[in-house]
């Protein structure tokens, strides 16, 4: 990952999880990932599957647009 947007990014996936106050293990098992797996997303060092932001949207009602601005794009 790459500058401060994608830093920002993933501040507020983390803002999202603590506001809904679950730890990084709960948040993973509600979205049925290993934590560290997830710990890797949220920390910027994973991109995360498309399945994967779906199920974080629809688990946890976050608009779709909170889900974009977090997604980072994949570079091919």
Same mark, same amino acid.
């Given at each position: 990952?790459? =500058? @401060?947007?994608?830093v920002?990014? $993933? ?5 999202? $999880?603590? =506001?809904? /106050? ?6 993973? /098992? !509600?979205? =049925?990932? !290993? ?7 949220? #920390? @910027?060092? $994973?991109y @995360?599957?498309? %399945?994967?932001?779906? #199920?974080?949207?629809?688990?946890? #009602?976050? %608009? ?13």
């Amino acid at each position: 990952m790459k =500058g @401060g947007d994608d830093v920002a990014k $993933r501040i507020k996936m983390k803002q999202w $999880r603590v =506001g809904l /106050d679950m730890s990084q293990e709960q948040m993973a /098992d !509600s979205l =049925g990932v !290993s934590r560290s797996m997830y710990a890797a997303i949220e #920390n @910027g060092q $994973r991109y @995360g599957t498309l %399945p994967f932001w779906k #199920n974080l949207e629809v688990t946890h #009602n976050v %608009p779709k647009q909170d889900v974009y601005d977090m997604m980072t794009e994949i570079e091919f």
